[in-house]
Every structure is written in structure tokens, then in C-alpha cells.
């Protein structure tokens, strides 16, 4: 019953297989990571983005993609923050200030219809430079430059004055390409310890822009320090008064536990007294990237007799043409749907949670040590 | 496109409920003996907050469970159970393959008999731990969740726990992520508590998830709160006045005294909180640079009680 190709390999099963080594290809690996990171995205919106290579066309592949991108990278990182840059009629503009509102980012990328003429590397390196130079040393400084043209048009030499200075203020740039590799944006990635990607098809656009979700290594020394945030907590009142970020009145808000003024969302920084206002959620949402789940190994269906059932949703294995996993913690076996939704959104994995691997678990101890400390 | 969607949105009103009950030992026979302690007090009726044992707890929900699957004839439904230690369906059967759409009376029984046998397996396991696992069961759902939702696109998910327990602190990291999950893919998370305490991480969980925190007050009244604020789908909830909660505690709990700080430090590195400035971070062990000495003198200035207690960080953890 069970079908195979020539090289006696079932083929259905090798194209599952092929897709989920895609889509969890993250280093697992316990590095220092810039868990607070400041990013400028840059786009390039010159002429070039007309070009219907991608489908439907370079532009609507890249808005897609790039909203995507922006809900992902606020869902994996809530306490960093973003800004977009666009660069085209061989100009730089920054669309969108450095925040952590998505839809603002989101709204603005969609409001900038207008390709037009040549992008400048240069001017739009230096923008992200004068936006990223302000933030404070902690943070991790990066730069996601997608430039979709084969030219540039630069005011002086970049890398006389450009590079130097980013390397100074230790921004890591990354190029994400459309179309083919510039020696310079090469050169520019390697000097900034950053990448530099070309892309194959949509598909691979996308799987490229997400790998950037995990927040990278921090580069050499770190100045680490620690940070006076505010938890607010919500209130909603019968009266409705004036929010401080947008001078609306609101009936409910975080009140900042320093000055008492209203903000409407979370995280932010206090425009009043500029502490920088968090909720506990947004924090223990970034411990994933600090204690992550092992990476379940394949399970050979032939190993047991009876039908084997997904732990988590109870799939059972009716036909042989599906993929099992099982956890090298507790030992309990996952459909592949379970296993990509385990690794890529839950962050937990159910029969662990279940204390099934109570006696030789380092790795949760630790996690629930810090977990202690946040109870509320 | 996007109008038809809208049309489709109105038309299929299938839902998907998965109940989360609470079925811990130790918190139903407080219960017990709350209650009799209650009776034998004289003004137990003035007091306005009624309680109610596990058995009739169970009725209302079956009634509640048989209303919503009568609701719509596509309606689906899962019971999970959080018990100590231990998360685990008891609708649909996990030994059983693939059930068929069974009848209401099955279900009915199927939870019933589930429930019977629960009782027994708890006392004979001995934990020393008696907060139920709470965080297994959001990911259980989650991932049943996610398989139905690839089987039946169009239905409407949304999750309904029924709490009796306090908060188990050390699941707060993974219940997060559960509710993290759930807010990325608009599942709303209903909660009910029958506790007479607050649940800040259902607070929080509802808060997020854009869905409703109801403590009742008249618990013997339960189905009556069950069907007016949980049955309803969440298409209808957009024209109906859903109770809202006046105030979500967001505040944390510094790591080194667990006290629950308003203002508190951060450690850059591994994210860890502390209520006081000091010169390196216990959990990581990474010595902070001095460079953020003005914070710390204003803090002291305002807050000279916060440095009382000297600091033993030396036997923490490090990673």
C-alpha cells in the first residue's frame, strides 16, 4: 500500500519532510542574544519594484511579505521596537518613527504607494543611522535592507564615511536582495557582521524575512545593564480622560506608575516622564527565545504495533502517508501539524507541560525558577 | 473577496468550544468544607455569594455543554480536564478511534463516566504539588484546535475554562505562550471563576484574548451565567454588551524578594526583574555597567526601604 518512487523513497512523505526542516531552521543553540532590538527596515521603492519576476509583482510581494514580517517580528520580540525606511528617486525617508505599534507600521508601508526613480544605499544607511544612534547601548541595533534594484545612487563614497560609522555605533546590517547580489551591500554585510541573502521565488522571500524573527546573537561586547521599567496597570474608568499619545479622551488606559499620565497601549515609553512601560505578559513572552524547546526527532510508525495518536490532538495514524515526532524530553509522540504549531507559535511542548519527564528535566527546573519571580 | 468573506462570516455560525474544567481534588474538597463551615454559620444567605460542591457543578455544565451542542447542529465540543499534575481529555476519547458524531446522550455519558474514573486515579497518585496544570491544558487545546480548524476551516474556536484553583505561579512562562498563541490566531479565552479570589492570569489571558472574565456572584445560579455570557458565539458578541473587567493587573514580581513592583529593573540580557539596582544580575550572572547610576540614586531617594534587605543572590541559579 505504501507508495514509492524509484529510489524507493515515499515521495509525499520526503516533500513533508523537506517542508518542516524549511520552516524550523532556527539555531537552537544558547547564545547571548540583544533581547531588546531596535530594527530599521529598509525598502527599497525604486522603479525596479514594478518588474513582475514575483508574482503578482515585486511591490504586492513585498508588501505582503513585509506585513507579515512586521506582525511576526512584534509577536516573537513585544519589548523591541521597529522603524521603516523607504529609499527611492535616489532619496531616503523615514515613513515610520521607531515604535512597537504594528498596524502604525503596517498603515504607513501601505500609504507610501509610489515607486519611483533609483535607491540610494547610502542616504538610506545613513537615515537608519542618525534613528538607531539614539538607543541606548543594551539594545541590539539592526538594519534589514531590501533592495530590490541592481544600482545605486550615493552622494560620497560609502565606504569611506557610511561604513566606518555604522561600525562604530555596532549597527549589524543585512541585505535581503530581489533581483541579484551587489558587491557593495556584500561587503557592507560582512564589515557590520550581518548577511547578505538572495532570494529564489516568493516562497523563499518569505522564509528568508522570517528567519530575521529570532532575535540574533549580540556581536562581541555587550554593554549590559539594567533597565528601570514601569508596569502599568489597565484601569477602565466611568469618566473618560485624555490619553497622552494620541490627545484623545479614552475610557481605559495603562496609567504609568511614575507620572499617572494614560497611555493607550503597551509597550510604550512614557511620554511625559520617558519611562519605558512594559507588561509583565511582554516579558515572559520573550523567555522563548532564552529556553527553547528541543527539536522533536522523526518517529518511526513501523516501531510500534499499535495505532500511534497524536498526544496533542489525538490524530490517529489511519494512513501510513503521515509524519510522526516525538519529543526527546517526555517521549510522547506529535502529528507534523502539532509539531510546527509547537515550534512556531506555542513555544511549549503539551507533554512536557504534562510533567511526564519530572526526574531528568534541567532545562525546565530553570525555566520554572524564573517563572517564580513572575507570578502576577 | 473580501464581502464574500464577510457574507460566509454571518452565514456559518459553527463553533468549536473547548472547555477547560478544573477538576482539582484539593481545591473541591476545600470547597466541601467551605461550604459546611458556611451552613453552620447562621447568615450564610446574607453573605450573597453562594457556593456550590463539585456534583452540581457538574449539572450545570452538562446543561450548558447539551445547550451549546443544540445550538447548531455542526457545533463541536472538547472537555478537557486540569487536574494535579496532569492535563487529559475527556471528550473526545483519546483511546477511541476517530469517534463518529456520537449523540449528545453518549457525550454526556462519556464526560460523566470520565469524571467518575478521575476521582479515583487522583488519590491514588501522591504529588506533593496541588496546583492542577493548568498551562498543559491551554496547550492540549491549542493543538486540538489547530487539527479541527485544518479539518472544518470555517469554524469559530474560542476556549471556555472554568477555574477553581489560585495561580500556579511557576506556569506562568508557558501559560503565556499559550496565550500568546491564542491571541495570534484570534481565539478567544472565556473564563469563569468560582473561587472566591481573582485569577490575574486569567485576567490577563482574557484581557489579551478579547475574551470574558466572569466571577459570579450566585453560584447556584451558574447555568444562568453560563448560558447568558458564555453561549453565545463570537460573531453575536460583537452586537452584545459582554461584561468588561475595570482593572487588569500588569504589574510583575521581582525575582529576588517576589514582591510586586510598580517600577522595576530590568536586566537587559535575560530579561529578569529585580526592585532594586545592583551591580550584576543574580540570575546570569552579567555585571551591569555603571553607567545608569542616576536611576539608582533617584529610586533610593524616594524608596530608602528598598534597600533593606541586603541581597542574597549567591545561591541563585545560573545559566
Same mark, same amino acid.
Given at each position: 500500500?505504501?507508495?514509492?518512487?524509484?529510489?524507493?523513497?515515499?515521495?509525499?512523505?520526503?516533500?513533508?519532510?523537506?517542508?518542516?526542516?524549511?520552516?524550523?531552521?532556527?539555531?537552537?543553540?544558547?547564545?547571548?542574544?540583544?533581547?531588546?532590538?531596535?530594527?530599521?527596515?529598509?525598502?527599497?521603492?525604486?522603479?525596479?519594484?514594478?518588474?513582475?519576476?514575483?508574482?503578482?509583482?515585486?511591490?504586492?510581494?513585498?508588501?505582503?511579505?513585509?506585513?507579515?514580517? %512586521?506582525? /511576526?517580528?512584534?509577536?516573537?520580540? *513585544? %519589548?523591541?521596537?521597529?522603524?521603516?525606511?523607504?529609499?527611492?528617486?535616489?532619496?531616503?525617508?523615514?515613513?515610520?518613527?521607531?515604535?512597537?505599534?504594528?498596524?502604525?507600521?503596517?498603515? &504607513?508601508?501601505?500609504?507610501?504607494?509610489?515607486? /519611483?526613480?533609483?535607491?540610494?544605499?547610502?542616504?538610506?544607511?545613513?537615515? &537608519?543611522?542618525?534613528?538607531?544612534?539614539?538607543?541606548?547601548?543594551?539594545? +541590539?541595533?539592526?538594519?534589514?535592507?531590501?533592495? +530590490?534594484?541592481?544600482?545605486?545612487?550615493?552622494?560620497?563614497?560609502?565606504?569611506?564615511?557610511?561604513?566606518?560609522?555604522?561600525?562604530?555605533?555596532? %549597527?549589524?546590517?543585512?541585505?535581503?536582495?530581489? &533581483?541579484?547580489?551587489?558587491?557593495?551591500?556584500?561587503?557592507? &554585510?560582512?564589515?557590520?557582521?550581518?548577511?547578505?541573502?538572495?532570494?529564489?521565488? /516568493?516562497?523563499?522571500?518569505?522564509?528568508?524575512?522570517?528567519?530575521?524573527?529570532?532575535?540574533?546573537?549580540?556581536?562581541?561586547?555587550?554593554?549590559?545593564?539594567?533597565? /528601570?521599567?514601569?508596569?502599568?496597570?489597565?484601569?477602565?474608568?466611568?469618566?473618560?480622560?485624555?490619553?497622552?499619545?494620541?490627545?484623545?479622551?479614552?475610557?481605559?488606559?495603562? %496609567?504609568?506608575?511614575?507620572?499617572?499620565?494614560?497611555?493607550?497601549?503597551? *509597550?510604550?515609553?512614557?511620554?511625559?516622564?520617558?519611562? +519605558?512601560?512594559?507588561?509583565?505578559?511582554?516579558?515572559?513572552?520573550?523567555?522563548?527565545?532564552?529556553?527553547?524547546?528541543?527539536?522533536?526527532?522523526?518517529?518511526?510508525?513501523?516501531?510500534?504495533?499499535?495505532?500511534?495518536?497524536?498526544?496533542?490532538?489525538?490524530?490517529?495514524?489511519?494512513?501510513?502517508?503521515?509524519?510522526?515526532?516525538?519529543?526527546?524530553?517526555?517521549?510522547?509522540?506529535?502529528?507534523?501539524?502539532?509539531?510546527?504549531?509547537?515550534?512556531?507559535?506555542?513555544?511549549?511542548?503539551?507533554?512536557?507541560?504534562?510533567?511526564?519527564?519530572?526526574?531528568?528535566?534541567?532545562?525546565?527546573?530553570?525555566?520554572?525558577?524564573?517563572?517564580?519571580?513572575?507570578?502576577? | 473577496?473580501?464581502?464574500?468573506?464577510?457574507?460566509?462570516? =454571518?452565514?456559518?455560525?459553527?463553533?468549536? $468550544?473547548?472547555?477547560?474544567?478544573?477538576?482539582?481534588?484539593?481545591?473541591?474538597?476545600?470547597?466541601? $468544607?467551605?461550604?459546611?463551615?458556611?451552613? =453552620?454559620?447562621?447568615?450564610?444567605?446574607?453573605?450573597?455569594?453562594?457556593?456550590?460542591?463539585?456534583?452540581?457543578?457538574?449539572?450545570?455544565?452538562?446543561?450548558?455543554?447539551?445547550?451549546?451542542?443544540?445550538?447548531?447542529?455542526?457545533?463541536?465540543?472538547?472537555? #478537557?480536564?486540569?487536574?494535579?499534575?496532569?492535563?487529559?481529555?475527556?471528550?473526545?476519547?483519546?483511546?477511541? @478511534?476517530?469517534?463518529?458524531?456520537?449523540?449528545?446522550?453518549?457525550?454526556?455519558?462519556?464526560?460523566?463516566?470520565? !469524571? !467518575?474514573?478521575?476521582?479515583?486515579?487522583?488519590?491514588?497518585?501522591?504529588?506533593?504539588?496541588?496546583?492542577?496544570?493548568?498551562?498543559?491544558? $491551554?496547550? !492540549?487545546?491549542?493543538?486540538? #484546535?489547530?487539527?479541527?480548524?485544518? =479539518?472544518?476551516?470555517?469554524?469559530?474556536?474560542?476556549?471556555?475554562? $472554568?477555574?477553581?484553583?489560585?495561580?500556579?505561579?511557576?506556569?506562568?512562562? @508557558?501559560?503565556?505562550?499559550?496565550?500568546?498563541?491564542?491571541?495570534?490566531?484570534?481565539?478567544?479565552?472565556?473564563?469563569?471563576?468560582?473561587?472566591?479570589?481573582?485569577?490575574?492570569?486569567?485576567?490577563?489571558?482574557?484581557? !489579551?484574548?478579547?475574551?470574558?472574565?466572569?466571577?459570579?456572584?450566585?453560584?447556584?445560579?451558574? @447555568?444562568?451565567?453560563?448560558?447568558?455570557?458564555?453561549?453565545?458565539?463570537?460573531? @453575536?458578541?460583537?452586537?452584545?454588551?459582554?461584561?468588561?473587567?475595570?482593572?487588569?493587573?500588569?504589574?510583575?514580581?521581582?525575582?529576588?524578594?517576589?514582591?510586586?513592583?510598580?517600577?522595576?529593573?530590568?536586566?537587559?540580557?535575560?530579561?529578569? #526583574?529585580?526592585?532594586?539596582?545592583?551591580?550584576?544580575?543574580?540570575?546570569?550572572?552579567?555585571?551591569?555597567?555603571?553607567?545608569?547610576?542616576?536611576?539608582?540614586?533617584?529610586?533610593?531617594?524616594?524608596?530608602?526601604?528598598?534597600?533593606?534587605?541586603?541581597?542574597?543572590?549567591?545561591?541563585?541559579?545560573?545559566?
Amino acid at each position: 500500500m505504501i507508495e514509492e518512487d524509484e529510489k524507493g523513497l515515499r515521495p509525499s512523505l520526503q516533500e513533508e519532510r523537506k517542508i518542516r526542516d524549511r520552516r524550523l531552521r532556527h539555531d537552537d543553540k544558547r547564545v547571548r542574544r540583544g533581547m531588546q532590538r531596535h530594527l530599521c527596515l529598509v525598502l527599497d521603492f525604486s522603479k525596479t519594484l514594478l518588474l513582475q519576476d514575483l508574482k503578482p509583482s515585486r511591490y504586492h510581494c513585498l508588501l505582503s511579505t513585509c506585513e507579515a514580517f %512586521i506582525k /511576526e517580528y512584534f509577536d516573537q520580540n *513585544p %519589548i523591541s521596537q521597529l522603524s521603516i525606511i523607504i529609499t527611492k528617486n535616489s532619496k531616503a525617508e523615514k515613513i515610520s518613527e521607531l515604535s512597537g505599534n504594528p498596524s502604525r507600521h503596517i498603515q &504607513a508601508m501601505k500609504d507610501s504607494i509610489a515607486t /519611483e526613480g533609483e535607491p540610494s544605499i547610502q542616504n538610506a544607511l545613513d537615515v &537608519a543611522l542618525s534613528t538607531l544612534c539614539y538607543v541606548p547601548k543594551y539594545g +541590539s541595533r539592526e538594519v534589514i535592507f531590501i533592495s +530590490s534594484s541592481l544600482t545605486s545612487c550615493d552622494p560620497t563614497d560609502i565606504q569611506k564615511t557610511t561604513i566606518p560609522q555604522l561600525q562604530q555605533e555596532q %549597527i549589524r546590517v543585512s541585505f535581503i536582495h530581489l &533581483a541579484a547580489e551587489l558587491h557593495i551591500c556584500k561587503f557592507i &554585510a560582512e564589515h557590520t557582521n550581518g548577511s547578505s541573502k538572495v532570494i529564489l521565488n /516568493e516562497e523563499h522571500f518569505q522564509d528568508t524575512i522570517m528567519l530575521s524573527c529570532q532575535p540574533p546573537p549580540s556581536m562581541g561586547k555587550v554593554e549590559a545593564s539594567l533597565v /528601570e521599567m514601569g508596569f502599568p496597570q489597565r484601569y477602565t474608568s466611568t469618566i473618560p480622560t485624555l490619553c497622552i499619545c494620541h490627545e484623545k479622551f479614552k475610557y481605559s488606559g495603562y %496609567i504609568c506608575p511614575r507620572c499617572g499620565s494614560k497611555s493607550c497601549e503597551l *509597550p510604550t515609553d512614557c511620554q511625559i516622564c520617558n519611562l +519605558s512601560l512594559v507588561s509583565s505578559p511582554h516579558l515572559a513572552r520573550s523567555y522563548h527565545h532564552l529556553f527553547q524547546i528541543p527539536l522533536f526527532q522523526e518517529f518511526n510508525w513501523r516501531d510500534s504495533d499499535s495505532i500511534i495518536k497524536c498526544f496533542s490532538c489525538l490524530l490517529p495514524s489511519l494512513n501510513t502517508s503521515q509524519l510522526y515526532f516525538s519529543c526527546p524530553r517526555c517521549h510522547q509522540v506529535f502529528c507534523l501539524d502539532c509539531d510546527l504549531l509547537i515550534h512556531e507559535s506555542l513555544h511549549n511542548c503539551p507533554g512536557c507541560e504534562n510533567n511526564f519527564d519530572q526526574s531528568h528535566n534541567n532545562d525546565n527546573d530553570n525555566n520554572n525558577n524564573n517563572g517564580n519571580g513572575n507570578s502576577h | 473577496m473580501v464581502i464574500i468573506e464577510s457574507t460566509d462570516e =454571518e452565514e456559518y455560525d459553527t463553533s468549536l $468550544l473547548v472547555i477547560i474544567v478544573d477538576t482539582n481534588i484539593y481545591s473541591w474538597g476545600n470547597r466541601i $468544607l467551605q461550604m459546611s463551615n458556611k451552613t =453552620e454559620s447562621t447568615s450564610s444567605t446574607k453573605l450573597g455569594s453562594s457556593l456550590i460542591g463539585f456534583n452540581t457543578f457538574v449539572e450545570h455544565l452538562m446543561v450548558f455543554i447539551n445547550l451549546h451542542l443544540m445550538l447548531n447542529q455542526e457545533n463541536q465540543i472538547a472537555v #478537557i480536564s486540569s487536574q494535579i499534575g496532569e492535563a487529559r481529555f475527556l471528550f473526545p476519547e483519546p483511546h477511541q @478511534s476517530q469517534s463518529t458524531k456520537s449523540e449528545q446522550k453518549s457525550i454526556q455519558n462519556i464526560i460523566l463516566g470520565k !469524571l !467518575l474514573h478521575l476521582d479515583t486515579t487522583i488519590k491514588e497518585t501522591n504529588q506533593e504539588s496541588t496546583s492542577s496544570n493548568f498551562s498543559a491544558a $491551554l496547550s !492540549l487545546s491549542l493543538c486540538y #484546535i489547530n487539527r479541527i480548524k485544518k =479539518e472544518v476551516p470555517i469554524i469559530r474556536p474560542r476556549i471556555f475554562v $472554568l477555574n477553581i484553583s489560585p495561580d500556579a505561579s511557576s506556569q506562568y512562562i @508557558s501559560v503565556m505562550n499559550c496565550i500568546f498563541s491564542a491571541q495570534k490566531q484570534s481565539i478567544p479565552l472565556d473564563t469563569c471563576i468560582l473561587s472566591q479570589q481573582d485569577s490575574t492570569f486569567l485576567q490577563q489571558a482574557s484581557h !489579551l484574548t478579547n475574551g470574558i472574565y466572569l466571577k459570579p456572584q450566585r453560584q447556584e445560579n451558574l @447555568s444562568q451565567y453560563l448560558i447568558s455570557t458564555f453561549l453565545m458565539d463570537t460573531y @453575536s458578541r460583537k452586537l452584545l454588551q459582554c461584561p468588561t473587567l475595570k482593572s487588569v493587573d500588569y504589574r510583575a514580581t521581582c525575582f529576588c524578594h517576589k514582591r510586586i513592583v510598580d517600577i522595576g529593573f530590568v536586566c537587559s540580557v535575560c530579561l529578569s #526583574i529585580f526592585c532594586s539596582y545592583s551591580s550584576s544580575c543574580s540570575t546570569c550572572g552579567t555585571k551591569f555597567s555603571l553607567k545608569i547610576e542616576i536611576p539608582k540614586s533617584r529610586k533610593s531617594l524616594s524608596q530608602p526601604s528598598s534597600q533593606e534587605q541586603p541581597t542574597n543572590n549567591k545561591d541563585k541559579v545560573e545559566y
